[in-house]
């Protein structure tokens, strides 16, 4: 190649363009792929997405939506039942749809990938009944974007000794 000829890579030269980027740290990271995988989700009423991690490496993913192959709720209508908590709140959920955590749990052993003692991250809380799967499969720490209903799930956190930690990013 002629010496008056430069081949224009950034990573040679350490990243001069990007040096003033900061690079993401892991929580950062996996809550920002969280967030990603939301996208996918096909619920009408939010879009969910979590990611299982252990060791810094992802073992599964999901997203809120129907079963595979069923109809899903931005496809059809959203068929909404009613609970009410001990406390006397109403809680409203869709027949439909599985949730992100449920789904990512779900890939995990259609794959046969263990997941105990791994983290989670979710972009919301997790509600009372993903909780407690959560807990069930040996999950250490869920981290969360948005809170969602966390009155409802403060009990189960503290019985269990698993750790909810809030990870807010900023996807503008």
Known sequence: MPEDQQIDNCCSRGGDENRDEKRLGWHEYFMN????????????????????VRDNNI????????????PHCNETTCRIYRSTHPDGTVEENCVNTIHAEINAIAQAAK?????????????ASP???CLKVLINVGIKT?????????????????LSGV??????????
Do not use: F, M, Q, W
Not at 33 to 52: D, E, F, K, Q
Not at 163 to 172: A, F, G, P, R, S
């Open 127 to 129: 509600c009372i009944h």
């Open 33 to 52: 792929v969280a967030h990603l995988i939301s996208r996918r989700a096909t619920c009408t009423r939010g879009h969910i997405g979590a990611v299982l």
């Open 59 to 70: 073992l599964s993913t999901g997203y809120n939506g129907a079963p595979s192959g069923l």
């Open 163 to 172: 750790k909810l930690v809030h990870i807010h990013v900023d996807n503008t």
């Open 111 to 123: 794959h046969g990938v263990s997941i105990k003692d791994a983290d989670i991250y979710i972009t």
């Open 142 to 158: 869920i981290y969360y974007d948005k809170p969602y209903k966390i009155e409802h799930i403060s009990e189960l956190l503290r």
